[in-house]
């Protein structure tokens, strides 16, 4: 194990925090294309949050050697002695919800053009099952020209990243692994394990452990899809949902999932991966879609109640002004890949109101570049026709909601948790 040296090639919400682990027992590089990113990171700060800047700062080198640290670089030579390479590069979908494995390609043709005998690419991407062995090895084959199973070995670890999240990190959540072959497959289980406290799972083949992690968000996905659907459901019966929910998990098996907007980089993409390799072996999945149309209805959803609660109320809607609190995909993160919550903004705006969007967490900049959205960080000091609480930060549980409302104003709570006002929930 001393004579390991480590790539990451990735260093966004996933790699990062890995390659910092990593860094605490061996000698590692962080790789990415981006220079921003880079320059950011070699000064001891991530925009992203995820590794605190003591954290990272412990770990951190500025130059290349055999000891052990995080080495951050853009520089291909850098990475060209490591004889691990580890991938975590994001899977997006395209316009048309289609895996997008643009970013799978261009990683496996960088670590490609450095590959060696003997060498370990694992590949810590969510994708569908096959994607490492029939999508990502043979471009390392093509342009290494070495031979897999002969030169070089795959490994696969799905990331159990959770954004945001302080309690469990990385090496707090347990990790699947596995390998090409049983020995390279004990080989990656090892290399993990030597880090994650949480311990490893070692799956009997790299095509189990694709399925397995792209089926965990896709079970979160239809089952919050049942919630939405019932939420929808209860509304016309003028129930509320969230105390029917309260009221059935008093049973002891009773999953504990809640309505709300369903984005991010992985509840919200994971299973179209799915559906798109059933499809392509011959099965429609039927449940899997149904659950990602309820889901990506519920932004137009909750704006057309918002805008049904002003008419109710006499409130003119072209005009008026609506304060959106939140933009970001989840509480108290910056993450805004692939947000829902400018669903229910773009709705809104679509029926003539003028939205103000309040986040402290999102950046500006990386909003306006995304979704061509304004957004602040300090709280407007004006009144409001409507208030949509999008996300849980926990400034806005702080807040006085009330005092920023006009008098007969909307109070709209999507994610139920503004439990000692007068407002309406999802």
Known sequence: MKDIKIAVIGLGYVGLPLARLFATKYNVVGFDINQNRINELQQGKDSTLEVEEDILQSVLKNKRDNNTGLLCSTNLDDISDCNYYVITVPTPVDKNNRPDLTPLYKSSETVAKVLKKGDIVIYESTVFPGATEDECVPVLEKISGLKFNTDFYAGYSPERINPGDKLHTVDKILKVTAGSTPEIGKKVDA?????????????????????????????????????????????????????????????????????????????????????????????????????????????????????????????????????????????????VRNTKAVDVINQLKSFGTDVTIYDPWANPKEVKHEYDLVTVQNLPQETFDAIVLTVAHNEFLNEDLKALLKKDGVLYDVKGVLKDLDCNRL
Not at 197 to 209: E, Y
Not at 211 to 239: C, G, P, T, W
Not at 287 to 295: D, E, H, P, S, W
Not at 308 to 322: A, C, H
């Open 191 to 335: 290399l993990y394990a030597s880090v994650i406290t949480a311990g490893t799972h070692l799956a009997p083949t790299i095509k189990v452990a694709e399925a397995a992690k792209v089926i965990e968000n896709s079970q979160r996905d239809i089952n919050i899809a049942f919630v939405n659907e019932l939420a929808k459901i209860f509304n016309l019966m003028d129930i509320d949902t969230h105390d029917v929910l309260e009221a059935a998990g008093t049973k002891w098996n009773f999953l504990p999932f809640k309505p709300g907007l369903v984005g991010g980089h992985c509840i919200g993409v994971d299973p179209y991966y799915l559906a798109q390799k059933a499809q392509e072996v011959g099965y429609h999945p039927e449940i899997i879609l149904a659950g990602r149309r309820v889901n990506d209805s519920m932004g137009q959803y909750v704006a057309s109640e918002i805008i049904k609660l002003m008419v109710q109320k006499d409130i003119k809607i072209k005009g008026s002004k609506v304060l959106a609190l939140g933009i970001t995909f989840k509480e108290n993160c910056p993450d």
